[in-house]
């Protein structure tokens, strides 16, 4: 099981506003800024949101992040077919063990 | 723009050591402040953090499989390498590297190699 909790699965229509949401604990997420990343098919993951909120160059603002505590979400204004696809949190974890980086299970983001 | 590629034996067998380079092109390994990672997905799962470098030499691994691995850096390659040990079926996993920079996530990413563990 993965260190950070994402929902398995998502949806929305075109044109529509989704949500995918990350939690995590007080090692990662409540001390650490959140990352998302896309996964296309077939292709290795490209990084969306870094910082909590910023996008790379390139990434559409359609795209959004926010944190709060041990928690974080990944919003996608006006949803359109191209944004199918996985998409996982990522977080620095500092525990005993040293500093890592934990990801999320996962979200597979269906569009309707 | 930093190029990364990953290269290695595409089948081994259990008990065996998995071998995989990656060959970063379009910049210098040797910048400081830049770590060299090694990410895996197993089959339909997520991702997995495997562990990773700076050009020191000093690396760090996730504790679930530090027993059974090392990384390494050569930097007049412009190379780093990953091997881990004892390899069984659950090591079957497509495997990243990439490259990120002080306490960001990679940026940078390869395309990835598929690592079938099989007699």
């Known amino acids: 099981q993965s260190v950070l909790t994402q929902p398995p699965s998502a949806s929305g229509t075109p044109g529509q506003r989704v949500t995918i949401s990350c939690s995590g604990s007080s090692s990662n997420i409540g001390i650490n800024s959140v990352n998302w990343y896309q996964q296309l098919p077939g292709m290795a993951p490209k990084l969306l949101i870094y910082?909590?909120?910023q996008r790379p160059s390139g990434v559409p603002d359609r795209f959004s992040g926010s944190q709060s505590g041990t928690s974080a979400s990944l919003t996608i204004s006006g949803l359109q077919s191209e944004d199918e696809a996985d998409y996982y949190c990522a977080a620095w974890d500092d525990s005993l063990n040293g500093q890592h980086v934990v990801f999320g299970g996962g979200t597979k983001l269906t569009v309707l | 723009q930093v190029q990364l590629q990953e290269s290695g034996p595409g089948l081994v067998k259990p008990s065996q050591t998995l071998s995989l380079t990656c060959t970063v092109s379009g910049g210098s390994m040797s910048s400081g402040g830049y770590y060299w990672a090694w990410i895996r997905q197993h089959p339909g799962k997520g991702l997995e953090w495997i562990g990773y470098?700076?050009?020191?030499?000093?690396?760090y691994y996730n504790p679930s499989l530090k027993s059974r691995l090392t990384i390494s850096i050569d930097t007049s390659q412009n190379q780093f390498s990953l091997k881990l040990r004892s390899v069984t079926a659950a090591d079957t996993a497509v495997y990243y590297c990439a490259r990120g920079y002080g306490a960001s996530v990679p940026d940078y990413w390869g395309q990835g190699t598929l690592v079938s563990v099989s007699s």
């Open positions: 910082s909590t909120n």
């Open positions: 470098i700076y050009y020191s030499g000093n690396a």
